[in-house]
């Protein structure tokens, strides 16, 4: 009795491996929910009226990769240290885009582009360096979450999904896009302080012009030297940003071109999984 039913979901010992038991896994009976060793192919539940339609009309796919509990899946690899140190970027960048988005719509729109008018040709830099922020940030937020989602599924595709996922890591357009993500990030946040720093100036001298003015059209003398002087202050602080990325920057390239050398282990194996025969390495 009890041998019968374990052999309901355990196949024969492999007389090639006699010291083994080889795993059935267990499928779903056609039209129910009841899971049988014995059942066929693994049948899905059948796809309703809206989702046929977004598959037809190339907006979403209704099949995806078998999920086989590999246990090499469990274990670690140099990948996933790779996504965990890229996987916040999204989440900085998520917030940097809020943060724009609110300056950006609550900011007074009497600018000019004529130097001429101090405060309106503030306004608009402050306005034109809010939307660069923006845009870089937005391509950080969508490629530091389709990245990790695209290289976790392919790692988790079956036996291969390793190496897989090193060749959509290590394609050319992949990391063209993921180094100007990461780029972009940090090059916003200087960004983000010289657009503040120009805002002061206008922000000093509108919020004390009708107030302390007869005419309400030029702003007091003491509102524009504070706005000036916050300004540089504001600009000392993007200046520091900018040296202390630079000099992050130079330091890492100087590190990454002494040990570039080493990173060609994965080329040959790559090369054949994607041609069928050995390639030329990545880095060159």
């Avoid at 390793?162 to 946040?189: C, D, M, P, Q």
């Avoid at 030029?218 to 200046?239: C, D, K, Q, V």
């Avoid at 920057?249 to 080493?262: A, H």
């Amino acid at each position: 009795g009890s041998s019968s039913r374990v052999g309901s979901q355990v196949s024969l010992v492999s007389p090639e491996l006699p010291d083994r038991v080889m795993y059935s896994p267990m499928q779903q009976v056609r039209g129910t929910n009841e899971f049988s060793a014995r059942a066929g192919p693994f049948e899905y539940s059948s796809i309703g009226g809206t989702e046929s339609m977004l598959e037809a009309g190339g907006f979403a796919r209704t099949d995806s990769m078998e999920i086989t509990n590999d246990p090499r899946f469990f274990s670690d690899n140099v990948i996933n240290y790779r996504l965990a140190a890229f996987g916040g970027l999204s989440v900085v960048s998520g917030l940097m885009v809020q943060n724009a988005m609110d300056h950006l719509f609550g900011m007074r729109k009497q600018m000019t582009a004529s130097p001429a008018d101090l405060d309106g040709f503030c306004q608009f830099v402050a306005f034109i360096l809010l939307g660069l922020v923006v845009f870089l940030n937005m391509i950080a937020v969508y490629v530091g979450v389709a990245q990790p989602y695209h290289t976790i599924r392919l790692m988790t595709a079956g036996p291969t999904g390793f190496e897989a996922a090193a060749t959509y890591y290590l394609n050319k357009n992949i990391i063209a896009w993921r180094h100007t993500a990461v780029r972009g990030a940090l090059s916003s946040l200087p960004l983000f302080v010289a657009s503040s720093a120009l805002r002061m100036v206008v922000k000093f001298d509108r919020e004390n012009m009708k107030d302390t003015t007869p005419d309400g059209d030029s702003p007091p003398l003491e509102s524009r030297i504070m706005g000036l002087a916050m300004m540089g202050y504001f600009l000392i602080m993007t200046a520091c940003l900018i040296f202390i990325h630079c000099r992050h920057s130079s330091v890492f390239e100087d590190r990454y071109q002494y040990v570039k050398p080493s990173l060609k282990q994965h080329s040959q194996a790559l090369g054949v999984m994607v041609t069928g025969a050995a390639s030329k390495p990545f880095f060159s």
